[in-house]
C-alpha cells in the first residue's frame, strides 16, 4: 500500500518574514555585548534560522536584534523567551550541510564569546513512522555519532561516542508538559507531540531507505537523525553543555522531496518549543 505525504501545516507568515537590525556596531562593542551571554543556539539551514530568528527579540534598552559578521562568521545576539541568547548559522549553501561546517562555526562563535549552554534547532528525519510523524518535535537524550562507522554484513558499527545531552539541559527540555501546539488553529487540527530519545548523527544525508534501516540497526530506539549534532557536541566538549531538539521534517527513505513543504513546519515546532521553555524559566535557571 502507497504511502502518502499529508500536506505541510503552514506556520504564522510573520514569523518567517524579513526583519530589521542592528548593524553597525563596532567588533569591540559586540564582543562587549556578548561577553556574559550564556546560550547559544545554532542553526543550519535558512529555514532553521529564520524560524529562530522570527521568535528572537531585541536586548532590554534596543530597537533591534543585533547582526555582526565577526570571526567570520554571521551572528544575530538578542532575546528569546527570558534569556539573552546569540543565535548562528552553519551552512550557507548545500555542501556546507553537516558536521564540518558545524564544528567549525560553532568553533569560531565560542572564539567570540564562552557560552555555557548550546541548543542546536532545526530539521531531522524520523526513524520510525509508528513511533513520530512529521511535525513532531525531537528531544536528545543522547547523541550516536556516526561520523565514523565499521560497515561488515549489513551492519553499521558505530566507532564514535554517544553522548548525553547536558545534566542542566536535558531536565529542563525534557519536560514535555505544558506544551501545546497544533498543526492549525482548527479545533480537531492535529497536535504536535514531543519524544525525548536518542537521535543519529551522520555526515551522510540520509536519502535512502535501506541505508537508513541499517542506521535503524545501530539503536532501536533511535527517534530520529540528522548531520550537525555530534560536531556540536564535539565542539562543546569540556566546555559547554550542549543538547540538540529538532522537529521531523522527512522520513529519510528516497521521498524526501514529497516532505519538502514540512521544512519550514518543522523547523517552526523545533523553534517554538525551545523558546516555550526559555520563557517559561525564571532567567538563572542556566546559570
Not at 555585548?33 to 531585541?58: D, F, W
Not at 562568521?73 to 548562528?88: A, L, Q, R
Not at 488553529?185 to 544525508?205: F, M, R, Y
Amino acid at each position: 500500500m502507497p504511502i502518502f505525504t499529508v500536506p505541510a501545516p503552514t506556520p504564522p507568515p510573520d514569523l518567517f518574514s524579513s526583519k530589521e537590525y542592528e548593524t553597525k556596531l563596532s567588533e569591540v562593542e559586540v564582543k562587549r555585548i556578548v561577553k556574559g551571554i550564556r546560550i547559544l543556539l545554532m542553526t543550519a539551514t535558512q529555514n532553521e534560522l529564520s524560524a529562530v530568528l522570527g521568535y528572537l527579540k531585541p536586548l532590554n534598552g534596543r530597537d533591534k536584534v543585533i547582526k555582526k559578521f565577526i570571526n567570520d562568521t554571521w551572528i544575530y545576539v538578542g532575546k528569546y523567551g527570558n534569556f539573552s541568547v546569540v543565535v548562528g548559522r552553519s551552512a550557507y549553501a548545500k555542501s556546507q550541510q553537516g558536521p564540518l561546517k558545524a564544528a567549525e562555526v560553532t568553533k569560531k562563535i565560542m572564539e567570540i564569546y564562552k557560552p555555557k549552554y548550546i541548543i542546536a534547532i532545526g530539521v531531522c528525519f524520523g526513524m520510525d513512522r509508528n513511533e513520530v510523524k512529521l511535525g513532531d518535535v525531537i528531544v536528545s537524550d543522547l547523541i550516536v555519532d556516526l561520523s565514523t562507522f565499521k560497515k561488515e554484513e549489513g551492519l553499521i558499527i558505530p566507532r564514535g561516542p554517544q553522548p548525553p545531552a547536558g545534566k542542566t539541559l536535558s531536565p529542563l527540555f525534557g519536560d514535555t508538559s505544558g506544551f501545546e501546539m497544533r498543526h492549525s488553529d482548527e479545533e480537531n487540527a492535529e497536535k504536535v507531540k514531543v519524544h525525548c530519545g536518542p537521535i543519529l548523527t551522520s555526515s551522510a544525508l540520509v536519502n535512502d531507505d535501506d541505508f537508513k534501516k541499517q542506521l535503524g540497526k545501530v539503536r532501536s530506539d533511535a527517534l530520529a537523525g540528522e548531520m550537525e549534532g555530534a560536531a556540536i557536541f564535539s565542539a562543546a566538549h569540556g566546555i559547554a553543555e550542549a543538547i540538540v531538539i529538532k522537529a521531523v521534517g522527512d522520513w529519510g527513505d528516497g521521498k524526501k522531496e514529497a516532505c519538502k513543504s514540512w521544512k519550514d513546519f518543522a523547523s517552526y515546532a523545533a523553534a517554538r518549543y525551545v523558546h516555550y521553555h526559555l520563557d517559561n524559566v525564571s532567567s538563572d535557571a542556566l546559570k
